[in-house]
């Protein structure tokens, strides 16, 4: 036991035993650094110095792209982008869709032939709601069956029928946007079935709304063209006929003076470039001129 002991002891101050490292200057021979060392300091600073290396290649892995270029690891990025592009291609489909629909309906119209209404539903989707079968209950026949009887002899009717047409509506204090500058051509005769003014202006210009509000029409209609209505509060209804184009769709919600259509000329009862303005409250068309300065 005692040489083992002294065979240790021996190693262990050969670890401490001190070395002089000595930096000189080979011509002049003149020492420049010195560093006295020993075998343990030398094996803790390697120790040290390639723990610090790993530890410093392990965050440059963990915080920076070059984590993409080991097996396993994937670009959290990449994920969101892809999502993005369905997104998008998705969009891009429907889009593709509507259109389609558009030159047909348009065919259709040309050639005669009754529009199609929607686009068509996927073999899939077919199957998928073909067995929905939809019963009424007995509690819902018997609403429908009141809810009819009492209305079935409701006429809609207005006071003094004659000057309904003329009669002053409730909208008086409610300042409006006009909707169109230029000139009026044909005024608002309810009487001739003209239940608005025509104003005829620039070519291109845009028709504003005249309130805040909600567009609950936009479409082409063989008549007049394209056509967009508009929901304000207070029960008033603002229409805009013969555009040549529309820039709102029917859910969109307008403030006023937002431009939502271009003035035109479009349908078959137009008679040149001109806006067809009407203006409804409470059901009932009004004299746009009485509120309006155009």
């Given at each position: 036991?005692?040489?083992?002991?002294?065979?240790?002891?021996?190693?262990?101050?050969?670890?401490?035993?001190?070395?002089?490292?000595?930096?000189?200057?080979?011509?002049?021979?003149?020492?420049?650094?010195?560093?006295?060392?020993?075998?343990?300091?030398?094996?803790?600073?390697?120790?040290?110095?390639?723990?610090?290396?790993?530890?410093?290649?392990?965050?440059?892995?963990?915080?920076?792209?070059?984590?993409?270029?080991?097996?396993?690891?994937?670009?959290?990025?990449?994920?969101?982008?892809?999502?993005?592009?369905?997104?998008?291609?998705?969009?891009?489909?429907?889009?593709?869709?509507?259109?389609?629909?558009?030159?047909?309906?348009?065919?259709?119209?040309?050639?005669?032939?009754?529009?199609?209404?929607?686009?068509?539903?996927?073999?899939?989707?077919?199957?998928?709601?073909?067995?929905?079968?939809?019963?009424?209950?007995v509690e819902d026949?018997?609403?429908?069956?009141?809810?009819?009887?009492?209305?079935?002899?409701?006429?809609?009717?207005?006071?003094?029928?004659?000057?309904?047409?003329?009669?002053?509506?409730?909208?008086?204090?409610?300042?409006?946007?006009?909707?169109?500058?230029?000139?009026?051509?044909?005024?608002?005769?309810?009487?001739?079935?003209?239940?608005?003014?025509?104003?005829?202006?620039?070519?291109?210009?845009?028709?504003?709304?005249?309130?805040?509000?909600?567009?609950?029409?936009?479409?082409?209609?063989?008549?007049?063209?394209?056509?967009?209505?508009?929901?304000?509060?207070?029960?008033?209804?603002?229409?805009?006929?013969?555009?040549?184009?529309?820039?709102k769709k029917a859910?969109?919600?307008?403030?006023?003076?937002?431009?939502?259509?271009?003035?035109?000329?479009?349908?078959?009862?137009?008679?040149?470039?001109?806006?067809?303005?009407?203006?409804?409250?409470?059901?009932?068309?009004?004299?746009?001129?009485?509120?309006?300065?155009?």
């Amino acid at each position: 036991m005692a040489p083992e002991k002294k065979d240790k002891k021996k190693w262990i101050s050969k670890l401490r035993n001190k070395y002089r490292l000595v930096f000189m200057n080979d011509e002049t021979l003149e020492e420049r650094l010195t560093f006295r060392l020993s075998r343990l300091n030398v094996f803790i600073a390697l120790g040290s110095l390639t723990i610090i290396l790993i530890f410093l290649t392990s965050i440059l892995i963990a915080f920076t792209p070059l984590r993409e270029y080991i097996p396993g690891y994937t670009n959290y990025g990449l994920q969101k982008k892809l999502y993005l592009l369905l997104k998008k291609t998705d969009s891009i489909e429907k889009d593709l869709s509507r259109k389609e629909l558009f030159f047909q309906n348009l065919k259709d119209i040309i050639n005669g032939k009754d529009l199609t209404s929607d686009i068509p539903l996927s073999k899939d989707s077919l199957h998928k709601y073909s067995n929905i079968k939809i019963k009424r209950s007995v509690e819902d026949s018997m609403l429908r069956l009141e809810v009819d009887n009492r209305s079935k002899y409701n006429i809609y009717r207005m006071e003094n029928t004659e000057n309904a047409f003329l009669k002053k509506s409730s909208i008086g204090g409610v300042l409006f946007f006009t909707p169109l500058k230029g000139i009026i051509t044909n005024v608002f005769k309810p009487s001739d079935g003209h239940y608005g003014i025509d104003i005829v202006s620039k070519q291109n210009e845009a028709i504003k709304s005249v309130l805040d509000g909600t567009v609950v029409f936009s479409s082409w209609t063989i008549e007049t063209g394209y056509v967009i209505i508009i929901q304000h509060p207070q029960n008033i209804v603002s229409v805009y006929k013969h555009n040549s184009a529309v820039l709102k769709k029917a859910g969109d919600i307008v403030k006023a003076g937002d431009p939502i259509a271009i003035v035109g000329e479009s349908g078959e009862m137009s008679t040149g470039l001109h806006l067809h303005f009407e203006l409804w409250s409470d059901g009932n068309p009004v004299d746009p001129k009485d509120y309006i300065s155009f």
